[in-house]
């Protein structure tokens, strides 16, 4: 009877495999590339030409998964008719109890073959299973070109038909986020653990980049070709080989040495990717968001003049949200950015911030163009600080102690006696 009903419909069954290998195609696909994480992604980068291919079909997710969804749907409908066709014929023929068992095992095979295996099996291998696919799948892609604005459109219309007062959400404010944390655990160190980070989260759109990034003074940059022994046996402390354009010496790609396996002998800089660029008054929320969007995990951060006067990392963002007090100078120097010697008396690091230094000493300052001691020194004093000089700014009477040639200075922090008060 098996044998009759496979002879009978050969060439439906043989069309309803294909369609399933099809399927299994674009829903491996979808799975392998939107499963790739930024690692992968960079390695797929420099990889050969089907691999570059599939990092490039990402640059435009969109219409990617538009196509996938459009053939992933065109080949399914095909199925279920040819299944249909044939239920048909088994209904005429008075076979019901066969209609009924081919009808589900059609059914079950499709989701088995062609969506839950070979997604299973593409997360497992996303690199080799995207490398695979790409050429095929660019051109899948590309044959849907011509009516892809067609099918943004009817997106479009859709969704002012259905949802015509369709809106977005209102961004959280802070205490919602709090409130929705507070009902989520009940164990008071984790609690006060997610409300720091979450408050170091929103502050990120109230730090400017030139607040924490790394001083050009704090970090070298290299001139190509590279080699592993210009490193001297050590990695620079951002965790990156910074490369510098021979013309300008400015920055202008990184390698991210911790996340390699092993170091080339030569031509370190064949490794590198391009570093991104910010002016020095953007927002550190600025300079997370285009990390994401360009894939990149360095930021030079640029004066009026283009120069580079400093670097500002990922993995600096990252400090600055999890760190319960985050600081340039605990980053950089591995000390507090500000001691207390004496109640009435600090010692503070000439690139703490500004704005740090209010929180920590919980003191209002005058309003000024600079962001840290050094700057409001130089400010003040209209000229660069030298040991033992003196000057008031806010509450307090500012002592240089310390301006070494290669480092911050130090300077020593005296709160003036309130006025009318005996001295």
Known sequence: ?????????????????????????????????????????????????????????????????????????????????????????????????????????????????????????????????????????????????????????????????????????????????????????????????????????????????????????????FLPPVNRDALEGHIPPSGRLLIAEPERDEVVAAVALTQLDHIPADHVESLAEPVLYLPWCAMVDAALDTMQQHDGEVVAVVNEYGETIGILTLDDILEIIFGDQPSRSARLFKRAPVQELEPGRWRANGMTSLRRLARLLRVRFPPTKSVTVAGVLQEVLQRMPLPGDTCDFGPFRWKVLDMPHHGPLTVELTRKPDPGTDP
Request: hydrophobic share 50%; net charge neutral; proline share 5%.
């Open 1 to 221: 009877m098996v044998a009759e009903f496979v002879w009978q419909f050969a060439y439906s069954l043989l069309s309803m495999a294909v369609l399933i290998v099809c399927s299994a195609f674009f829903s491996g696909s979808e799975a392998a590339l939107f499963y790739l994480d930024r690692t992968d992604r960079r390695f797929l980068h420099a990889g050969n030409a089907s691999q570059r291919l599939a990092a490039a079909l990402l640059n435009e997710p969109d219409r990617l998964l538009s196509a996938v969804l459009f053939w992933n749907l065109l080949i399914n409908i095909c199925y279920f008719s040819i299944v249909s066709v044939i239920t048909i014929r088994l209904a005429r023929d008075g076979r019901s109890t066969l209609e009924g068992t081919f009808a589900a095992a059609s059914l079950l095979i499709l989701v088995f073959f062609s969506e839950m295996l070979p997604k299973n099996l593409a997360v497992l291998r996303p690199r080799l299973f995207a490398s695979l696919v790409s050429i095929p799948l660019a051109v899948a892609v590309r044959l849907l070109d011509p009516i892809m604005p067609a099918l943004r459109t009817a997106n479009l219309v859709s969704r002012r038909l259905i949802w015509p007062r369709f809106e977005p959400e209102p961004y959280l404010e802070l205490t919602d986020l709090e409130r929705a944390i507070e009902a989520s655990t009940s164990d008071t160190t984790l609690l006060e653990q997610e409300r720091t980070g979450l408050r170091n989260i929103i502050g990120l759109s109230d730090i400017r980049v030139e607040e924490v990034m790394r001083p050009r003074t704090r970090f070298r940059a």
